[in-house]
C-alpha cells in the first residue's frame, strides 16, 4: 500500500538557519503531495502541496518540489524563525474515484527553533 | 468561513465504555474523515463519510463506527473502550471533487482511556 516516510526527529535549529525536511513516498498511482503543520494543542494545518510532477509548493516562505523520479517532496525554508516550532507532516493523497480521497501520513517531524 | 470545530475537547472515559465525539464540518464542504493520532505519531485514517454513507474504512475495527447526518457534521462512536483507544481524534473535512483538494483539520478531541 501506499506508504509516507520522513527523516526522524526532533530537529533543532537556531533561528535564520537553513531548514530540510526529507520526505519520500511510495505510491501506486499518481499521488498529490501535502505538507501540513500541527502547534502544540492544535489540529493539522495545511502549509503547501503539489498536484503533479515538478510542481512547486509554497506557502510563507516554506517550499517543496514534488520529485516523481526519486519520488521525494522535501520542505525546505531558507531562514527559519521561532515561530516555526511545530510538528510537520508530510502525506499524499490518492484519488479513488467516487471513492474520495485516500489519505496517508508520514510520522511527523518535530522542529524546534531557538532563538 | 466557518471552520471544522470539534467538541469535547478532553474526554476521560474507563475502560469498556461507549464514548462520541463530534465534529461539525466547514462550510461548503460535503465530506468528512476521521483519524486517529496517537501520541508522537501521524494521523491514522478511520473512515470517511459522504452522502451520509461511508465510502473508505482503514484498518480499525468494527466497534469504530460513525455517522455523517444531513448538514454535512459527524459522530465518531468507540464502544469497548480498550487503553489503546487513548488519543487525540481527529475529524477533516474536504470537497468530494476531483482534484485532490486537501483536508481542513478541527483541533481535535483527547480521548484518555483509563
Known amino acids: 500500500g501506499d506508504s509516507v516516510t520522513q527523516m526522524e526527529g526532533p530537529v533543532t535549529l537556531s533561528e535564520e538557519a537553513f531548514l530540510t525536511i526529507n520526505c519520500t513516498y511510495t505510491a501506486t498511482g499518481y499521488p498529490s503531495l501535502f505538507w501540513y503543520v500541527q502547534y502544540p494543542g492544535e489540529g493539522l494545518q495545511l502549509l503547501l502541496k503539489?498536484?503533479?510532477?515538478?510542481d512547486k509548493g509554497s506557502n510563507k516562505g516554506f517550499e517543496a518540489t514534488y520529485r516523481k523520479e526519486t519520488t521525494s517532496f522535501h520542505l525546505e525554508k531558507g531562514s527559519v524563525q521561532v515561530s516555526d516550532s511545530a510538528v510537520y507532516f508530510c502525506?499524499?493523497?490518492?484519488?479513488?474515484?467516487?471513492?474520495?480521497?485516500?489519505?496517508?501520513f508520514g510520522p511527523g517531524t518535530r522542529l524546534s527553533v531557538l532563538p | 468561513e466557518t471552520g471544522v470545530t470539534q467538541s469535547p475537547t478532553h474526554l476521560i472515559k474507563t475502560r469498556g465504555q461507549q464514548v462520541t465525539l463530534r465534529c461539525s464540518s466547514q462550510s461548503g464542504h460535503n465530506t468528512v474523515s476521521w483519524y486517529q493520532q496517537a501520541l508522537g505519531q501521524g494521523p491514522q485514517f478511520i473512515f470517511q463519510y459522504y452522502r451520509e454513507e461511508e465510502n473508505g474504512r482503514g484498518n480499525f475495527p468494527p466497534r469504530f463506527s460513525g455517522l455523517q447526518f444531513p448538514n454535512y457534521s459527524s459522530e465518531l462512536n468507540v464502544n469497548a473502550l480498550e487503553l489503546d483507544d487513548s488519543a487525540l481524534y481527529l475529524c477533516a473535512s474536504s470537497r468530494m471533487t476531483g482534484d485532490n483538494s486537501p483536508l481542513h483539520f478541527g483541533n481535535g478531541t483527547r480521548l484518555t482511556v483509563t
Open positions: 502525506a499524499l493523497s490518492d484519488h479513488r474515484g467516487n471513492y474520495g480521497q485516500n489519505f496517508v
Open positions: 503539489a498536484t503533479k510532477a515538478d
